[in-house]
Nanobody
Framework: QVQLVESGGGLVQAGGSLRLSCAAS????????MRWYRQAPGKQRDLVAA???????TYADSVKGRFTISRDNAKNTVYLQMSSLKPEDTAVYYC???????????WGQGTQVTVSS
């Protein structure tokens, strides 16, 4: 089993910045890629950013140039640095990973990000 705990959400004005953290514990040897998703009220959960064990990254078009995903393998933590935030970035942000052998998915509890205009 893998446990994911997010932190760092909050209320920020448009144009501001936040850094989300996701700490992994448990059977961390079984996981590889880490991802951040977000879900706004009434909308589907969408991929925001992903990072491989080697550090390769991908981003949704809507956040390219504004968000940066990174990981600290020594701390088993992945980060999402969010800058130039917009009201449309308001959502619950979830950390995600999966077991590379069984493909079992793991989700964090989510952290609320609210961007005021």
């Amino acid at each position: 089993q893998v446990q994911l705990v997010e932190s760092g959400g909050g209320l920020v004005q448009a144009g501001g910045s936040l850094r989300l953290s996701c700490a992994a514990s448990g059977s961390i040897f079984s996981i590889n890629a880490m991802r951040w998703y977000r879900q706004a009220p009434g909308k589907q959960r969408d991929l925001v950013a992903a990072i491989s064990s080697g550090g390769s990254t991908t981003y949704a078009d809507s956040v390219k140039g504004r968000f940066t995903i990174s990981r600290d393998n020594a701390k088993n933590t992945v980060y999402l640095q969010m800058s130039s935030l917009k009201p449309e970035d308001t959502a619950v942000y979830y950390c995600y990973t999966y077991n590379i052998a069984t493909l079992q998915a793991y989700w964090g509890q989510g952290t609320q990000v609210t961007v005021s205009s």
